[in-house]
């Protein structure tokens, strides 16, 4: 399995980004996906998830109301619209599939992950 992000890019603060995953060699529709990020000096933290019909989704309560994840099973592909950034929302996102159909929280209910694509949000 491989994971493609991009999207990711310098906006300003109050700007907008729209990030894309690309998932290859795997039955898409199945797995939940989620986003993380990590910011330089800290730790891997959960920013959204979403389950394999799209039906549920579950946000970080730092993005809940600016950010909105999506996916297109017919394009292998799992989204994160961003808006209203801020520059604590800089770090390097990435997308990852789940072990199974349901949300998570925690990065150890997912297995594959994608190579990260760098945000910076300036002031």
Partial sequence: ???Q?????????????????VASGRTFSIYALGWFRQAPGKE???VA????????????????GRFTISRDNA???VYLQMDSLKPEDTA???CA?????????FENEYYYW??????????
């Fill in 49 to 64: 998830a979403i389950n394999w019909s799209g039906g549920r989704k579950d946000y970080a309560e730092s993005v809940k």
């Fill in 75 to 77: 394009k292998n592909t």
């Fill in 1 to 3: 399995v491989q994971l």
């Fill in 44 to 46: 891997r933290e959960f």
């Fill in 92 to 94: 390097v996102y990435f």
């Fill in 5 to 21: 992000a991009s999207g990711g890019g310098l906006v300003q603060t109050r700007g907008s980004l729209r990030l894309s995953c």
């Fill in 114 to 123: 994608g190579q990260g694509t760098q945000v910076t949000v300036s002031s």
């Fill in 97 to 105: 599939t789940a072990r199974g159909p349901q949300i998570g929280i």
